[in-house]
């Protein structure tokens, strides 16, 4: 079974530049998760996705960060303009179920932005 | 302010030496508890905990969890370099979201 995918893997961009990042669930999966992990700190849940439905999103600077899943496979996550501060690693996870206290995650292998 | 702390940040130890990762949660109507493991790369899922005092085992990992006292551990007993990685500990309430710790980075020498 193909795990999460994403791409790029390493991305580096001027600050006030436009990037975005793609990820492919494990096939089936229903809910789609984009986290933020700074250098020496866990995962912090940007957006949540069940199917094609942002079901929480309450933790995404939305002036700058923009998601999407359309067809509730695959999304991307944007960034415009970057920021200095944006540089880190965003991570993608997925999940078979519908949202609940159990499920486990899976996770993608990130990708790695560096803003200068 | 749901939140997970982890001790120690950061730990040194020889092949061999057994390790104990520890974790406490503040997570409200708590539900479960999940360890991975953060290579330089994907976290991977090692155990997920609900119940108290029931022991995950897998090989040379085992972990544990304590409502009452709103903690957990991961032992790793006879460490191997192939066990050097970061261990994230995260928990959740009735809800999807993981509230994630910082990690302990563990070392291990040959």
């Known amino acids: 079974e193909a795990g999460v995918v994403q791409s790029p893997r390493y991305k580096i961009i001027e600050k006030k530049q436009p990037v975005a990042f793609w990820c492919n669930p494990i096939?089936?999966?229903?809910?789609l998760y984009w986290y933020l992990q700074n250098l020496g700190q866990g995962p912090e849940l940007l957006i949540r996705y069940e199917n094609e439905e942002a079901v929480d999103d309450s933790q995404l600077p939305k002036d700058r960060f923009s998601a999407e899943r359309l067809k509730g496979v695959d999304s991307t996550l944007k960034i415009q303009p970057a920021e200095l501060g944006d540089s880190a690693v965003y991570l993608c996870?997925?999940?078979?179920?519908?949202?609940?206290?159990?499920?486990?995650?899976?996770f993608g292998p990130g990708t790695r932005l560096t803003v200068l | 302010e749901d939140k997970v702390v982890q001790s120690p940040l950061s730990l040194v130890v020889h092949e061999g030496d057994t390790v104990t990762l520890n974790c406490s949660y503040e997570v409200t109507n708590f539900r479960s508890l999940l360890w991975y493991k953060q290579e330089k790369k994907a976290p991977t899922f090692l155990f997920m905990l609900?119940?108290?005092?029931i022991e995950k085992k897998s090989g040379r990992l085992s972990s544990i969890l304590d409502k009452k006292e709103l903690f957990s551990i991961l032992n790793i007993t006879a460490t191997q370099t192939g066990d050097s990685a970061v261990y994230l500990c995260s928990s959740r309430g009735n809800t999807d979201k993981l509230i994630f710790g910082t990690g302990t980075r563990l070392q291990v020498f040959p």
């Open positions: 609900t119940s108290s005092g």
């Open positions: 996870a997925s999940s078979a179920y519908l949202a609940g206290p159990y499920n486990e995650q899976f």
């Open positions: 096939s089936g999966h229903n809910t």
